[in-house]
């Protein structure tokens, strides 16, 4: 009961997992995080487990891999009195956190309370919307082949990282070496493919974050001067074929509401909005 920080991954899903598992594609992130870490415990450099029980049960959770920002959320909804005592809890830890991320009008109300409570300054830095897919609109995919990218692909994969981080907003100027990491890492274990016309890459997209059921998209990326020919949609829905093919119920993605384009795309392949995510920087 109460506010526990946990030392292991496997006390944090005792708690977590079924409440989790209950919304499973809106919690692809923070489910994903933690199957991820299940499976290898030293994924991440550091990592912070928190819950919050009382009689009602879980009311509240929060992951955070440094340094990035620190994930929230709750099986009932917004309860200000859970998040003041999280607040409590994280202060007198002394952890230091960027930013938060989660559930729109969860993070609203993480947000004012923390602010008044560090005088911190803060900035909206992502408005995204959740998209669950469980049928593909075949009739978008156009003229070429998806396939698993390979060694030959790396520039393309380190360009393609470094100008969707920059495209993303998650970082204006992309670390060329932690990209080259990245695509690395992404060609060993075989989860990103290309969209390929005439023998070359024209878009690329990740699989990422696998849960019981479902499997995240992410990574989509066409470079600028091949935009507007349908390379990502077509990219999107055959790689969302194939993941559903291989037995997955359902395939989710997060998409930055400031860009249309993509939210539109999805949709006409089969994504349905599912709720929206904000996240934000404390400066």
Not at 52 to 68: F, H, K, N, Q
Not at 120 to 149: F, P
Request: proline share 4%; hydrophobic share 40%.
């Amino acid at each position: 009961m109460g506010v526990v920080w946990h030392s292991t991954i496997h006390s944090f899903l005792d708690l977590t997992l079924a409440h989790l598992e209950a919304d499973e594609a809106i919690n692809n992130l923070m489910l994903g995080i933690s199957l991820r870490l299940q499976k290898d415990p030293s994924y991440y450099r550091h990592v912070e487990l928190v819950t919050l029980s009382d009689a009602r049960g879980l009311v509240l959770t929060a992951v955070m891999t440094i340094p990035e920002k620190l994930i929230l959320y709750s099986p009932l909804g917004v309860d200000r009195e859970d998040l003041e005592q999280l607040s409590n809890a994280i202060l007198d830890r002394n952890l230091l956190i960027p930013g938060v991320l989660g559930p729109k009008e969860l993070v609203e109300a993480f947000v004012d309370i923390w602010k008044r409570k560090t005088n911190c300054l803060v900035e909206l830095d992502m408005h995204m919307r959740v998209y669950e897919l469980r049928e593909v609109n075949r009739e978008v995919i156009g003229a070429g082949r998806l396939r698993v990218a390979d060694d030959g692909d790396l520039e393309f994969l380190v360009q393609g990282i470094g100008e969707f981080l920059k495209d993303a907003s998650l970082n204006s100027v992309p670390d060329p070496e932690k990209c080259r990491e990245h695509a690395q890492r992404r060609l060993s274990d075989q989860s990103v493919y290309l969209w390929e016309q005439e023998g070359k890459p024209v878009s690329m997209a990740a699989r990422s974050r696998p849960t019981k059921r479902g499997v995240t998209i992410n990574l989509v990326y066409t470079p600028k001067e091949l935009r507007g020919r349908g390379y990502a949609t077509s990219c999107v829905a055959a790689l969302s074929q194939q993941l559903l093919d291989e037995g997955y119920e359902f395939c989710s993605l997060f998409s930055d509401l400031s860009n249309p384009t993509s939210n539109n795309i999805y949709q006409k392949i089969g994504y349905r909005s599912l709720g929206d995510f904000d996240g934000y920087f404390f400066l």
